[in-house]
T-cell receptor, first 111, second 111 residues
């Protein structure tokens, strides 16, 4: 158990809909990262937050947004969903200068 | 731009053999090189990591070899076991920035 908690574990939704994925980082970790992993694909970095502020942005679509709250949990919002958004979405967290730990992921299926 | 190149894409090794996965990086500012192991449907888990001030790090059956001048590093799995069958990702990190992942290697250990 990495200590990073993601909910929901599985989610099925229709095209055009909006979903929110939630992440609770490890206790004390200030950085939260979101990654997307499509079937048989690598890990694509989406966005990073550090102590509530956006730190780095990767290949995140404009339809997607994220935020980190004062209690350090983070949410990834995916809107106007398309079939191609079906993927495993990972949250990860780290302390400054330390290892990055991943959650178990949220499986999103868009039908 | 792929900053971390990983090979091979897939690898089949007999039980008891040595599995070798290679990675090359471009950004000389990277100062932390972890390897992650991922089983199907699970999040990546940190396996072993190295910093560029050492040329080798060993933890049990897993060894990282690091060649700073060539900007290459590799993972060696000694006495490979069926339970090692998984996807392995190399990664590189600078400071507290995002992890840059390689494309992954699907390792299969056959009896």
């Amino acid at each position: 158990d990495s200590g990073v908690t993601q909910t929901p574990k599985h989610l099925i939704t229709a095209t055009g809909q909006r979903v929110t994925l939630r992440c609770s980082p490890r206790s004390g970790d200030l950085s939260v990262y979101w990654y997307q992993q499509s079937l048989d694909q690598g890990l694509q970095f989406l966005i990073q937050y550090y102590n509530g502020e956006e730190r780095a942005k990767g290949n995140i679509l404009e339809r997607f947004s994220a935020q980190q709250f004062p209690d350090l949990h983070s949410e990834l919002n995916l809107s106007s969903l398309e079939l191609g958004d079906s993927a495993l979405y990972f949250c990860a967290s780290s302390s400054r200068g330390n290892t990055i730990y991943f959650g178990e992921g949220s499986w999103l299926t868009v039908v | 731009q792929q900053q971390v190149k990983q090979s091979p894409q897939s690898l089949i090794v007999q039980k008891g053999g040595i599995s070798i996965i290679n990675c090359a990086y471009e950004n000389t500012a990277f100062d932390y090189f972890p390897w992650y192991q991922q089983f199907p449907g699970k999040g990546p888990a940190l396996l072993i990591a190295i910093r560029p001030d050492v040329s080798e790090k060993k933890e049990g059956r897993f060894t990282i070899s690091f060649n700073k001048s060539a900007k290459q590093f590799s993972l060696h799995i000694m006495d490979s076991q069926p339970g090692d069958s998984a996807t392995y990702f190399c990664a590189a990190l600078f400071g507290n920035e995002k992890l840059t992942f390689g494309t992954g290697t699907r390792l299969t250990i056959i009896p």
